[in-house]
């Protein structure tokens, strides 16, 4: 069983059916490609796991749990974050602030520490801050305002304070869109190296082939709402249902 597994998924926005019986299973420590032509139902996909949509009927399991009635919060706080086609991060804010806020947001009732305690805690936090800089290669830009970098940095920045929550899953919705190709391949080595160092589950939607074959483990299909193939990556390439996906008329 995968750490997220998903059995039997539909869901309907009035006549039209945008996800069809999905099953998906992605394994733990892994990184896993979602992909398919525009209107495959991806994003719908994607917003049932993050709690901004429910299925009509189906299942969504995180960890052995269910993820269906959740807030997005409460999903992030099972240890599931997300990383937006355009990050979101606090664009007037310093780098070293930007880092800051979701590390001292994770602290629960802080508040009720006495002042030792409290000062114990901070130091703990700011050491985690600089931590999640060195882990995508920032601590040099600290002092820098985050709407002065460019897209690739905002990536990386939007990313560190991603995991600073310490998440299980890492959900990436077209992480390289409006990149150019160097701050692309610098962030699939980036992605590489955080499941790397930290063997955190990735899920990635992308519409770059580049990108999903440099980084993918293991790769779903989706056309028509519906899961086609799951499969590896060197599998995929050449499969006649892929092709008759992406190019309309059949392989056979």
Known sequence: MGILEVQNVNKSFGGLK????????IEEGTIHAIIGPNGAGKSTLLNCFVGKLVPDTGSVMFDGKSLLGKK??????????RVFQTPEIFADLSVWENILIPCFAKRDGSFKLNILERVRAETDIIEQAEQMLIDVDMID??????SSMS?????????????SQNPKLLLLDEPTA????????????????????????????????HVVFSLAQKISVLAQGTVIVEDLPENI??????KEAYLGESQE
Request: net charge positive.
């Open 141 to 146: 830009k600290r002092d820098m305002i985050a």
């Open 18 to 25: 945008a996800l069809q019986n999905v099953n998906l299973s």
């Open 151 to 163: 897209r690739g940095d905002k990536r990386r920045l939007e990313m560190a304070m991603c995991l």
């Open 237 to 242: 390439k050449g499969h006649p249902k892929v």
């Open 178 to 209: 409006g990149m150019a190709r160097a701050d692309t391949n610098n962030t699939i080595d980036l992605l590489k190296q955080i499941q790397e160092r930290r063997h955190i589950t990735m899920a990635v939607i992308e519409h770059d082939m």
């Open 72 to 81: 997005p919060h409460q999903i992030n706080q099972m240890g599931v974050s």
